[in-house]
Nanobody, 125 residues
């Protein structure tokens, strides 16, 4: 299984970005995908997760209402649409999977076995 995250960049506060996670080796229909982020000097934290069904999603309180996770089954891609970004969102963002991850609640990072390489998101003032 391989995951490749992309879509990061430099954006002004209040702006938007859409991150992509291309998954190869597994079909999205049978796995869950999580998004994590790690800011300089901070621990990695969960941002969002989507399980096998589209109604099985979870968002961190800090991004609820601003971020939306979705899937493109045909291209095996999971997206993280990020809106109204703040400087607190600056971090390296990673996507990950642990197979059949159940995302009705927070799933800790040790439940994930496969990780993408990360994409940098920088929000300027």
């Amino acid at each position: 299984v391989q995951l490749q995250a992309s879509g990061g960049g430099l954006v002004q506060a209040g702006g938007s970005l859409r991150l992509s996670c291309v998954v190869s080796g597994w079909y999205l229909e049978i796995i869950g995908i999580g998004w994590f982020r790690q800011a300089p000097g901070k621990e990695r934290e969960g941002v969002s997760c989507i399980g096998r069904s589209d109604d099985q999603t979870w968002y961190a309180d800090s991004v609820k209402g601003r971020f939306k996770i979705s899937r493109d089954y045909g291209n095996n891609i999971v997206y993280l649409q990020m809106m109204n970004l703040t400087q607190e969102d600056t971090a390296v963002y990673y996507c990950a999977t642990g197979g059949d991850v159940y995302c009705s609640d927070y799933v800790p990072d040790y439940e994930y076995d496969y990780w993408g390489q990360g994409t940098q998101v920088t929000v300027s003032s």
